[in-house]
């Protein structure tokens, strides 16, 4: 049973405290004799304040559910509510705008653009919002300063070594204080040491009370720094473990 | 997000160079083409530009271009004199005549027929001797290009003779003059001399100029003229239509120049198009990441709008600057007409905007139905 191991409370549970809520949700993929069951009924709480771990061998759906708390994908059934807001009931440009001012994003390729500096990678969102662009680079510049990477402003991606891109793609999806923070595989491209300087980034910049990270990965070396873990199979939730930095909210 | 658009487009240096390659080609094609174009068709009105003074050219009503001469009885004149409205009306000869150099050579002319009493119709531009000139026996002022035809590589030499029609002809000045259609040499020259030069026919008079009194409009003169006369009498600007029309209808040149014009137009949207399109694709993930992460489908729209006007913008100017270098390197190296009026400017404006449009059309669609969840994908 997919949801066995969450407390038969959960589904009950009030919303207050609760980041993200997904319940019942499927994904499928095509049609007919094509159709591809990505998900089947996930449920899952992600609370204020914790860094979830979505792991799992590849074509678990991971990504899938991911991208759908992100609300890039739509789910096939089920309801998914993000900071309080219940995603199927808004509009397209509703949903543009709730990922604009909330969701901030770390890809496992870093998808920065390569013909902006880091600073102006880091400020991709804010000038999203509108700011002006000096003001949006400048504030780029400060959070990738904290992340140390206060010399390499004027570098472009190609000029980056894998962690310090990764660390351009962490400061662009900090840089707006969204309230959720989903990263896809941000450890897959770099080394043991790049990929523990990462997750420590991720842990005490996104990690604050009011904000929620999920993190998808099958990278083991990282997984000390969840609070929880969720462990995927066949489109289902098989468990969900504490992590070491777990503090249990019951 | 403009600039993001603008920084993209211009990071990747070979495909934005490719992709106003494309453009650049298609606007110097269609600048430098429709230019000669209009050259070309202003070669065939130059001889009506030339002769200035009289609003009114009255012919024969069969008459179809300037060109297309159809001698009317000298009675004509008087009968046109006559018509109310008409200030005054003056002869003017228009034919070819073979000319017989000193030196044995034979050339074509255009010899151009002056009225004796007033010389309405000289050259402006008469730069060595002079228009009065004319009076004297046997005169003629030719053109400057014509000279160089008829005396490659010699300095200009007034009192030079030949023959036209066994009669001889003394040149008596040097005139600039707008080049013909024909290319040949002009000669002007009095009425009664120019009917002398041409080869005898029973009736010589090619064109009645004439002028509307100051308080009745042209179309109301020539209006009259032709109900008194049964001629055909058209204003200055009715008749270089009429001429330009006759060359736009008649024969291939707006097919062979259009034909030209629509390849350019063709290549250089596929060429712009498909590069275009290309630097798309491999933005897409890009895209994909800005509608991720919060870009509405109309900011995206729009960034692509500006990457290919920026294009257009870029391509039309180098276009449009290298037709019009080309146009002046090669006219004051060449006999090759052009003429780049404004009007081709906004042509070639248009067809840039709809190359762009159309290129990014493709492009549009592909970075609106891109799926943002493709960034999760590895």
Redesign the interface.
């Known amino acids: 049973m997919a949801t066995a191991t969450i407390p038969r409370t959960l589904h009950d549970r009030p919303l207050e405290g609760i980041a993200v809520r997904v319940r019942g949700v499927t994904k499928d993929f095509g049609s007919g004799g094509a159709m591809t069951r990505a998900l089947r009924g996930v449920d899952l709480d992600v609370p204020y304040g914790e860094l979830l771990m979505l792991i799992g061998p590849s074509g678990c759906g991971k990504t899938t559910l991911v991208s759908i708390v992100a609300g890039t994908l739509q789910p096939t059934v089920g309801d998914v509510t993000v900071l309080g807001q219940v995603l199927a009931a808004m509009s397209n440009g509703r949903k543009v705008r709730f990922r604009r001012d909330n969701v901030g994003f770390v890809f496992q390729s870093y998808n920065l653009l390569p013909a902006l500096t880091a600073a102006e990678n880091a400020a991709v969102p804010l000038l999203i919002a509108g700011w002006n662009r000096r003001r949006a680079v400048e504030a780029a510049a400060d959070v990738l300063a904290r992340l140390g990477m206060a010399d390499r402003l004027a570098s472009l991606p190609s000029e980056l070594s894998g962690g310090q891109q990764q660390r351009v793609a962490i400061a662009r999806a900090l840089v707006h204080e969204p309230r959720l923070l989903v990263c896809d595989e941000p450890t897959s491209a770099l080394d043991a040491e790049n990929g523990r300087i990462t997750m420590e980034l991720i842990r005490q910049i996104a990690v604050q009370p009011g904000r929620a990270v999920i993190v998808v990965t099958h990278d083991s070396r990282v997984y000390s720094f969840a609070d929880r873990i969720a462990s995927m199979e066949d489109g289902r939730i098989d468990a969900i473990a504490a992590g070491p930095h777990h503090v249990d909210q019951d | 997000?403009l600039?993001?658009a603008w920084?993209?487009l211009?990071?990747?240096r070979v495909k934005y160079l490719g992709i106003v390659f494309g453009v650049v080609f298609a606007a110097v094609l269609i600048a430098q083409q429709a230019s000669i174009f209009c050259g070309l068709m202003s070669l065939t009105v130059s001889q009506i530009r030339d002769v200035e003074g009289p609003g009114i050219w009255v012919m024969d009503r069969h008459v179809q271009f300037v060109d297309d001469i159809k001698p009317l009885s000298d009675n004509e004149l008087f009968r046109v004199k006559g018509v109310p409205g008409v200030e005054w009306a003056v002869r003017f000869y228009k034919g070819i005549g073979r000319a017989r150099l000193q030196e044995g050579a034979y050339e074509q002319m255009i010899i151009l027929g002056l009225d004796d009493a007033t010389l309405v119709g000289a050259p402006a531009g008469v730069f060595l001797g002079s228009i009065a000139d004319l009076r004297k026996p046997d005169a003629v002022i030719m053109d400057d290009a014509g000279y160089k035809r008829a005396w490659p590589g010699e300095s200009y030499k007034l009192g030079r003779t030949f023959e036209m029609n066994d009669r001889r002809a003394v040149l008596v000045g040097i005139t600039k003059a707008s080049r013909t259609f024909q290319s040949f040499p002009i000669i002007y020259t009095r009425y009664s001399q120019a009917v002398l030069f041409a080869p005898p026919e029973r009736k010589v008079l090619s064109f009645v100029l004439a002028d509307a009194q100051p308080d009745v409009p042209s179309e109301e003169v020539c209006r009259r003229i032709e109900q008194r006369t049964g001629l055909q009498a058209l204003t200055r600007e009715q008749f270089l239509w009429k001429t330009i029309a006759y060359y736009l209808r008649k024969t291939g040149i707006p097919l062979n120049f259009g034909i030209t014009v629509l390849l350019g137009f063709l290549v250089g949207t596929a060429i712009a198009g498909q590069t275009f399109y290309l630097f798309t694709v491999e933005n897409i993930?890009?895209f994909?990441?800005?509608?991720?992460?919060?870009?509405?489908?109309w900011?995206i729209l729009g960034m692509v709008l500006a990457q290919a006007m920026q294009v257009g913008i870029v391509g039309y100017g180098l276009g449009v600057g290298l037709a019009a270098v080309f146009g002046w390197v090669v006219k004051g190296a060449s006999r090759l007409s052009f003429f780049m009026p404004w009007q081709v400017l906004v042509i070639t404006a248009v067809a840039v905007v709809v190359i762009v449009l159309v290129a990014s059309l493709l492009s549009i669609r592909k970075v609106l139905i891109v799926?943002?969840?493709i960034?999760?994908?590895?």
Do not use: Y
Request: proline letters at 4%.
């Open positions: 997000m600039w993001i920084k993209m211009v990071g990747n993930r890009q994909g990441a800005l509608k991720a992460m919060g870009t509405s489908n900011t799926d943002p969840a960034v999760f994908r590895g």
